[in-house]
Antibody, heavy 120, light 109 residues
Framework: EVQLVQSGAEVKKPGESLKISCKGS????????IGWVRQMSGKGLEWMGI????????RYSPSFQGQVTISADKSISTAYLQWSSLKASDTAMYYC?????????????WGQGSLVTVSS | DIQVTQSPSSLSASVGDRVTITCRAS??????LNWYQQKPGKAPKLLIY???SLQSGVPSRFSGSGSGTDFTLTISSLQPEDFATYYC???????????FGQGTKLEIK
């Protein structure tokens, strides 16, 4: 069974760093792109970026380029989303999702979400 | 970058109604358009991919159509469990920007 399991909720202060994770299982992790999506409270889905764990090829939405870093450790089938200096505006739910390899580029499996709260 | 405009932003309907949600891309994307359903507190769930292909396990009352720039999601007969928010997403993979529509909140009338 394919699963993406994300790390738990985090409460941080502005200026702190954070790395959240997304662990894949039930499939060959290195063969599928993993994307990240932000959802602020009561708002829509925003595409952040994507990584190919096989070679760590990474692409970012212009809106998030330079604001976050996406990485992966294929040895433990885990993708990461990290911030070096959090802002209150980073408060949101973050989802990881697997991109299908059929050539139609849809996202078929999603993590349960990681809630990040940034508050002084 | 390709933008997607979804309408309406909200919709009230009754159980048994037929409902249509539309999505328009800012440039042609062939059939690279997907639809997701999201319920409160849950991750999005894939309903339709490649504009009209039904994801495994999704009820047949859901259907998608369109190509190029104009797409629709239709629910043929609303069921109580269908009240949720729906998002379209373009998946033209160059340059790997998978933009979402603004969402349509489907509420019970």
């Amino acid at each position: 069974e394919v699963q993406l399991v994300q790390s738990g909720a985090e409460v941080k202060k502005p200026g702190e760093s954070l790395k959240i994770s997304c662990k894949g299982s039930g499939y060959r992790f290195t063969n599928y792109w993993i994307g990240w999506v932000r959802q602020m409270s009561g708002k829509g889905l925003e595409w952040m970026g994507i990584i190919y764990p096989g070679d760590s090829d990474t692409r970012y939405s212009p809106s998030f380029q330079g604001q976050v870093t996406i990485s992966a450790d294929k040895s433990i089938s885990t993708a990461y989303l990290q911030w070096s200096s959090l802002k209150a505006s980073d408060t949101a739910m973050y989802y990881c999702a697997r991109r299908d390899s059929s050539g139609w580029y849809f996202f078929d499996y999603w993590g349960q979400g990681s809630l990040v709260t940034v508050s002084s | 970058d390709i933008q997607v405009t979804q309408s309406p932003s909200s919709l009230s309907a009754s159980v048994g109604d037929r409902v249509t949600i539309t999505c328009r891309a800012s440039q042609t994307i062939s059939s690279y358009l997907n639809w997701y359903q999201q319920k409160p507190g849950k991750a999005p769930k894939l309903l339709i991919y490649a504009a009209s292909s039904l994801q495994s396990g999704v009820p047949s009352r859901f259907s998608g159509s369109g190509s190029g720039t104009d797409f629709t999601l239709t629910i043929s007969s609303l069921q109580p469990e269908d009240f949720a928010t729906y998002y379209c997403q373009q998946s033209d993979s160059t340059p790997q920007m998978y933009t979402f529509g603004q969402g349509t909140k489907l509420e019970i009338k």
